[in-house]
Each structure stands twice: as C-alpha cells, then as structure tokens.
C-alpha cells in the first residue's frame, strides 16, 4: 500500500468497514512508514473532537483551517 492510497482509506479504516485484507495492508505500510503513523494520529484526534463537540461549539473557521492543513499534509508525500 501507498501514502496516498492510505490517506484514501483511512476514514474507513477508523471506522473499521475496511476488508480484512486491506487492513492488514493497511497495518503492513503503518509499522514501517512513520509520517502516516503521525497521520493517522492526528485523523483520530479530529474525528474525537468533531465527536465531542457539536457544530455551535466548533470556533468559525476552524473545520476549514484542518481540512486545508490536511490537504497541505497530503501535497508534501
Ligand atoms: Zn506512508
């Protein structure tokens, strides 16, 4: 598996519908490839934020300032 086709999946890992197959190709590329290691990290703490938190409480402009910041981590792979 690829950076890119990790970044692809990783909704679906976190939420575990990803195949058995996949996620052990998923998992395979994770313990040797430190940056989607980082990346997965900080994809469980958004998804535990957004969780936490209901749209009122979410500061204007912050949800657009993390996809943005994503998007820019996807360009330097
Ligand atoms: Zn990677």
């Not at 679906?12 to 190709?25: N, T």
């Not at 300032?65 to 981590?73: D, E, S, V, Y």
């Amino acid at each position: 598996m690829s950076c890119k086709e990790l970044v692809e999946v990783v909704t679906d890992y976190l939420e575990g519908v990803l195949s058995s197959q996949d996620r052990a190709r998923f998992e395979e590329h994770l313990g040797q490839c430190p940056g989607c290691q980082t990346y997965l990290e900080q994809m469980r703490q958004v998804i535990h934020t957004l969780g936490k938190l209901n749209e009122d409480s979410i500061p204007p402009g912050a949800w657009e300032t993390l996809q943005q910041a994503f998007r820019n981590w996807k360009r330097a792979q």
